[in-house]
Nanobody, 124 residues
Framework: QVQLVESGGGLVQAGNSLRLSCAAS????????MGWFRQAPGKEREFVAA????????YYADSVKGRFTISKDNAEKLLYLQMNSLRPEDTAVYYC?????????????????WGQGTRVAVSS
């Protein structure tokens, strides 16, 4: 089993930055691929970013490419999402997810474990 706990959400003005963290516990963190998803009110959960278990390959949704950066600290069992140049349309609950595997994964159905989410609100 893997337990995931997100933190770092909050209310910010457009153009500002936030860094989300996801603390993992349980099975060996370094062998898990990780990802970030988000869900805005009234919308389906959507992919944001993913990273391989080794942390060497990252993949981003087009809507966040160039603004968000995903990273992974295997020693500390932490996953991060650095969000810069935030926009009102980034407002959502952000979830981290994990699964065993050596590649990166962009579909929610591919992930085994989920955190409870952290809320991000961006005002204009």
């Amino acid at each position: 089993q893997v337990q995931l706990v997100e933190s770092g959400g909050g209310l910010v003005q457009a153009g500002n930055s936030l860094r989300l963290s996801c603390a993992a516990s349980g099975r060996i963190f370094s062998t898990y691929a990780m990802g970030w998803f988000r869900q805005a009110p009234g919308k389906e959960r959507e992919f944001v970013a993913a990273i391989t278990w080794g942390g060497d390959i990252m993949y981003y949704a087009d809507s966040v490419k160039g603004r968000f950066t995903i990273s992974k600290d295997n020693a500390e069992k932490l996953l991060y999402l650095q969000m810069n140049s935030l926009r009102p349309e980034d407002t959502a609950v952000y979830y981290c997810a994990a699964r065993s595997g050596s590649y990166y994964y962009t579909a929610a159905r591919d992930y085994e474990y989920w955190g409870q989410g952290t809320r991000v609100a961006v005002s204009s």
